[in-house]
C-alpha cells in the first residue's frame, strides 16, 4: 500500500496572509471559531524594527512590523496556548521526514520561506519569476507519488507540491534572522485552546507592551525615534551606491500587501495594489471592522491614529521614491515626519492598554 496520510482540517482563503493562514486554519479545527486573519496578522507582527549593521550590504534597514516566523509564531504560541516544534536548516530528506512524522501524529506543520518560483499552483510565478519567503501549512503527503498537500493561503482547494519542487522551494533560507533553509514549524493546540475574544483581547495589550517598552532600542517606538533621529546621517555614512540601495530598501518594506518596490521604481508589475503605507492603514480599518465583537472604544482612537501614521509612512515613500528618480534633491522634512509618526503609534499603543 501506498504510504498516505491528510489531516482533514478547515481551509479558508485570506490572500497575501500566507504567514498566518495556517494558523488559523488549525484553530478553527481545534475550536471551531476562526478569528479573522487579518486581525491575528496584525496581532502577532505589527511594530517596528530598525537594524544597524556596518559591514552589511545594506548598513541601515528599517521594517515596519515586529518580524515573522519564530518571533511571530512564539508570540502567538504564547498568546493562544499552542506549542511550536521548529526545525530548520537541516538536510531536506531529513526536514521532509520530520514533517511526515508530525502528520503522522495528527499535527500539521507550516512550511516556511519557500520561492513561489517553484510552486506549480503559481501558473503566474511558476518557473519564471523568483519570490522568496512563502509559507504554507502541510496537512498530508503522499510517498508513491511522491508529493505533499498543502492549505495555500490564496487558494480554496488542497493542493499538492512534488518532494523535487518542495526541494527546490525549500533550499534557501528566507532574510536573515528569520529562518534557514528547510524550515518547519509544527504547530500542536492543547485540548482546550484560548477563547477566541480572549487572545485578542490579551495578545494586544502583550503586543502594545512591547512596542511601547520593548527590551531594545531599535525596536518598537524607540526604534522609530532612532531613526527620525539617525535618516540625515545616512547619506554621509554610505557611499551613493549604498545610500541608493538603503533607500529602495526603506521604500520596499513600507508596503501594506507583500514587500516589494513601488511601482514607479520597479521593473515588475506584480499586479498587486499597494499604496505604501506600511499596513497601517489596513490595520485601521481591521480594528474599525472588528470592534464590535472583539474590541472596545479605544479600538476607535487607535484606528484613527494608525490611519495618520500610515498616511505619513505613504508621504514619506514618495518623497524617497521622488528621490530615486531624481525628481527631487531635498529629504529633509523625512525624520519630522517620522517622528510625528512615532507620536501617532505611540498614543495608539497605549489606547490599547486603556
Not at 483581547?201 to 531594545?216: C, E, F, I
Amino acid at each position: 500500500m501506498a504510504a498516505v496520510k491528510k489531516l482533514n482540517i478547515p481551509h479558508k482563503k485570506y490572500d497575501y496572509l500566507c504567514p498566518i493562514n495556517g494558523i488559523s486554519d488549525v484553530y478553527e479545527w481545534k475550536t471551531g471559531k476562526r478569528i479573522p486573519d487579518p486581525l491575528l496578522f496584525c496581532l502577532s507582527s505589527i511594530g517596528f524594527t530598525y537594524i544597524r549593521q556596518k559591514r552589511a550590504s545594506i548598513p541601515r534597514m528599517a521594517f515596519w512590523g515586529s518580524g515573522i516566523g519564530k518571533r511571530q509564531y512564539g508570540f502567538l504560541a504564547d498568546t493562544m496556548d499552542f506549542q511550536v516544534h521548529s526545525s530548520e536548516g537541516t538536510t531536506f530528506p531529513f526536514a521532509l521526514k520530520k514533517a511526515q512524522k508530525y502528520i503522522e501524529a495528527g499535527i500539521p506543520v507550516v512550511l516556511f520561506g519557500l520561492d513561489m518560483y517553484y510552486l506549480p499552483y503559481f501558473e503566474k510565478y511558476y518557473r519564471t519569476v523568483h519570490i522568496p519567503g512563502h509559507v504554507i501549512l502541510m496537512v498530508g503527503y503522499c510517498d508513491e507519488d511522491e508529493v505533499v498537500y498543502v492549505h495555500e493561503n490564496s487558494k480554496t482547494e488542497v493542493q499538492t507540491v512534488s518532494y523535487r519542487d518542495l526541494m527546490s522551494a525549500w533550499c534557501e533560507g528566507y532574510m536573515a534572522g528569520q529562518a534557514k533553509k528547510n524550515a518547519l514549524f509544527a504547530i500542536q493546540f492543547n485540548d482546550r485552546p484560548s477563547d477566541a475574544h480572549e487572545i485578542v483581547k490579551t495578545g494586544l495589550k502583550k503586543r502594545a507592551k512591547m512596542v511601547l517598552n520593548p527590551p531594545v532600542k531599535f525596536l518598537g517606538i524607540p526604534g522609530m525615534r532612532l531613526l527620525s533621529a539617525d535618516f540625515m546621517n545616512w547619506e554621509k555614512e554610505m557611499n551613493p551606491a549604498t545610500y541608493i540601495e538603503a533607500l529602495k530598501h526603506f521604500v520596499t518594506f513600507t508596503s501594506s500587501v507583500v514587500p516589494a518596490l513601488p511601482r514607479r521604481l520597479s521593473k515588475f508589475d506584480s499586479g498587486i495594489p499597494d499604496d505604501h503605507r506600511a499596513m497601517r492603514d489596513k490595520f485601521a480599518d481591521i480594528l474599525t471592522r472588528n470592534q464590535s465583537e472583539y474590541g472596545n472604544i479605544s479600538w476607535e482612537k487607535a484606528a484613527d491614529l494608525f490611519k495618520k501614521s500610515g498616511g505619513l509612512i505613504g508621504q514619506i515613500t514618495e518623497m524617497i521614491t521622488e528621490y530615486i528618480l531624481d525628481n527631487s534633491r531635498s529629504l529633509k522634512e523625512i525624520p519630522g515626519l517620522l517622528g510625528q509618526s512615532a507620536d501617532y503609534e505611540e498614543e495608539a499603543f497605549t489606547a490599547f492598554l486603556s
